[in-house]
């Protein structure tokens, strides 16, 4: 079992709908839960991060975490074609030596049809 | 202020040759990270250095290696070269390993490795 989960897609939603999307995770010892946008051809760009189980809300964007249900979340409202891209998340825990690594999921591609 | 740099942006190599791939961190931040994407999967951490000293390692073989340099640019080199090194390196840099932005960390754009 990989340490986290994220359905490939693809995803295809209408201009205007609410996207929903999800990582499981299996390691504890998770502190820090991310969400990385990442355009074709180019490196992740940070968009979300959270600390504590529950919601953390940014203009049409949504990160929820749930610690009990090793689960996180990311919602984006009134979804734009200008949100098409892949979404990751991503998961960081203390590695030992001072060092900290992130651990994430395969990504989900989105489409956003206008 | 400039991004985190990443050179070169393309690279074709064949197999069992050598490559070095460079990073130049954001201004201030002292820590360098490197992970492997690979086609349709999520980057995966190789190397994380912080005042020129590894702090970290990933489960990749010994042909990877990395170093800092006293101005926190790093280098990334791949020896031996297999068809599955092909992939795009990223670097990514915080000020600290502990303290980037928002916990996370600044990326580049990446290198895209080709070997064949």
Redesign the interface.
């Known amino acids: 079992q990989k340490e986290v989960e994220q359905d490939p897609g693809p995803l295809s939603v209408p201009e205007g709908a609410i996207v929903s999307l999800n990582c499981t995770y299996s390691n504890s010892a998770f502190q820090y839960f991310m969400w990385y946008r990442q355009y074709s051809r180019k490196g992740p760009e940070l968009l979300m991060y959270t600390y504590s189980s529950g919601n953390k809300e940014d203009g049409r964007f949504t990160a929820q975490v749930d610690k009990s249900s090793k689960y996180i979340s990311l919602f984006i409202r009134d979804s734009q074609p200008s949100d098409s891209a892949t979404y990751l998340c991503a998961m960081r825990a203390y590695s030992g030596a001072g060092s900290y690594q992130l651990t994430f999921g395969k990504g989900t591609k989105l489409s956003v049809i206008p | 202020d400039a991004g985190?740099t990443q050179s070169p942006t393309h690279l074709i190599k064949t197999r069992g040759q050598q490559v070095t791939l460079r990073c130049s961190p954001i201004s201030g931040h002292k820590s360098v990270?490197w992970?492997q994407q690979v086609l349709?999967?999520?980057?995966?951490?190789i190397f994380?250095y912080?005042e020129k000293e590894e702090?970290?390692r990933?489960n990749f073989p010994d042909r990877f290696s990395a170093r800092q340099f006293p101005n926190y640019s790093s280098e990334l080199n791949v020896n031996a070269l297999l068809l599955g090194d092909s992939a795009l390196y990223?670097c990514a840099s915080s000020l600290s390993?502990?303290q980037?932005?928002?916990?996370?960390?600044?990326?580049?754009?990446?290198t895209?490795l080709t070997v064949v």
């Open positions: 985190v990270s992970y349709g999967q999520g980057p995966q951490f994380q912080y702090r970290g990933g990223l390993p502990g980037g932005k928002n916990y996370g960390y600044t990326f580049g754009s990446g895209r």
